[in-house]
């Protein structure tokens, strides 16, 4: 422990402080923890957490200490994860799966609060996704409610919570809902699980998919049940690989844009629906993490009167740093030189087409065929077939994401810059989140090399990566002879037809 730790003005804020944290395991949530641990003196952190059967919650937190989000942390402060205390509890559960105990524990102790439990699956059920992300939220709005030393409650949602319009300002937007989140809890306490998913189609009305409508309920359970809580929102835009902590490149999962990156280092992904014009909305976690907690501390400086709605923040490229998906997609090939996979199936290369009803004759021929041809080798080898499965699951992933990857959006960040602004030098270095700062370049080249230990759990060493470059220039020869094999066929059944014709 260091006087250093309570230099700044967020530092200073959480110092003693206890915290309340839900979606701790997730990917954002572990960054948030170190984060917090690492940086501040935080009294005491509790984190909701589901329990698993054969595995106490408390084993859990233990398991951290391997884990590579943690490891500079253990370096630094190795007694750090005895602050953190586990609750057992369950968003899918009624009041939260909380014990009566813990939630007076919770009640008498917890001055700041970070709601991010959430499920971002896209193409969740909608009962699912209600109970997670809308019911929630108003279970934990009425927690807070009755904690008597509350100081800051931040709820995490998404920047495309209101993605049916182009132009997202940092405020609410209860007019785009076709019913209040009022009504829609009520239709599901009375409805089956069964009818509310049939009831879909209807209910979402112009949203693209059951996450995106369920964070926006949860904002309008905000919007009319906050009252004067110490409370902000939080929207980040598509959270990607850490910039610079906890650990370079870090990555510890495969949704939307890093599952497109190490779909094509792996020569899988050849083809996708995707607008090489339009912008992507790219914000390292760890650039989150750092603005979740700038909000945390500016919430516990504002007065807010009942009518009054809660502040807004907005995480998302800024206006003079905006990327397009084809600047992404050059950034993705770059590094297939650089940080060659060993573990390849096929030459990494990637076709983008926007012509929706071509898009399944085209994977036909780019994947499903190679696939059945690969399947059946390994059938021969007497190993099991699955790269046909693999594609059906890649197929239905691209269709669900082809409505962000063929669009753009433009997302206000008036009060996210001001918060900056108010920003002590020191912690504006401590906890960074200047989007317009960041050097893409240096991000992707930090960023596919994490894909290629923390998802390929590939090594960054010279012989790996020797051994990666060997086979990729094995595979690149290939892919030219095969390509010029199937244009000499090509050509000669042309011929063919033309002396047919003549």
């Known amino acids: 422990m260091t006087d250093a730790m309570d230099t700044t003005h967020i530092q200073k804020c959480f110092k003693g402080k206890t915290v309340f944290l839900t979606g701790a395991t997730g990917f954002l949530g572990k960054v948030v923890i170190e984060k917090l641990l690492r940086t501040t003196e935080v009294r005491r952190v509790y984190i909701l957490i589901r329990p698993k059967r054969g595995v106490k919650i408390q084993e859990r937190i233990t398991m951290w200490s391997r884990e590579s989000p943690f490891e500079r942390l253990i370096n630094e402060r190795p007694e750090a994860l005895q602050r953190v205390s586990p609750i057992a509890g369950d968003c899918l559960a009624p009041d939260l799966g909380l014990s009566d105990q813990d939630r007076k524990l919770l009640a008498s102790e917890v001055q700041f609060v970070i709601h991010g439990a959430a499920t971002v699956r896209f193409d969740e059920p909608l009962h699912i996704a209600l109970t997670i992300n809308t019911r ?3 279970l934990m709005l009425q927690l807070a409610k009755e904690m008597k030393l509350l100081e800051s409650f931040v709820h995490i949602s998404t920047a495309f919570s209101n993605c049916v319009i182009q132009n997202i300002k940092e405020k609410f937007y209860p007019e785009h809902l076709d019913y209040s989140s009022e009504q829609i809890l009520q239709i599901s306490n009375l409805v089956s699980d069964k009818l509310l998913n049939n009831m879909e189609p209807a209910l979402l009305g112009s949203f693209p998919n059951t996450y995106t409508y369920s964070k926006a309920l949860a904002e309008d359970v905000i919007l009319r049940e906050a009252g004067t809580l110490p409370l902000c929102i939080f929207r980040p835009a598509i959270i990607i690989a850490a910039h610079k902590e906890p650990q370079i490149g870090w990555i510890d999962n495969l949704y939307g844009p890093m599952a497109i990156l190490f779909g094509v280092a792996k020569g899988v992904l050849r083809i996708a629906t995707i607008d090489v014009k339009t912008d992507v ?20 400086k504002d007065e807010r009167k009942e009518k009054e709605a809660p502040t807004i923040y907005q995480l998302a490229p800024s206006e003079g740093n905006k990327i397009t998906n084809g600047e992404f997609i050059n950034h993705a090939l770059d590094g297939r030189m650089r940080f060659p996979l060993t573990k390849m199936i096929w030459y990494p290369f990637l076709h983008c087409i926007t012509t929706m009803w071509l898009y399944p004759l085209a994977a036909f021929f780019y994947h499903t065929l190679p696939a059945y041809f690969f399947d059946l080798a390994l059938w021969l080898q007497g190993r099991k077939p699955r790269l046909v499965k693999i594609y059906q699951k890649v197929h239905r992933t691209l269709m669900i994401l082809g ?56 090594p960054l060493t010279p012989e790996s990566v020797a051994k990666g470059l060997k086979l990729i220039k094995r595979l690149k020869l290939l892919h030219h002879i095969l390509q010029f094999g199937l244009c000499s066929v090509a050509a000669i059944a042309l011929w063919f037809l033309l002396k047919l014709v003549v």
């Open 281 to 300: 909305s790219l914000v390292p976690v760890d650039y989150c993490a750092n603005l979740a907690l700038a909000c945390a501390w500016q919430t516990t």
């Open 403 to 458: 409505p962000f990857s063929c669009r753009s959006w433009e997302f206000e960040t008036n009060n996210t810059d001001r918060l900056r602004n108010q920003l002590s030098a020191e912690d504006r270095k401590l906890y960074y989140f200047d989007m317009a700062s960041l050097d893409w370049t240096e991000y992707f080249q930090s960023a596919l090399g994490g894909m290629r230990v923390f998802l390929g759990k590939e």
């Open 136 to 138: 929630a939220t108003k």
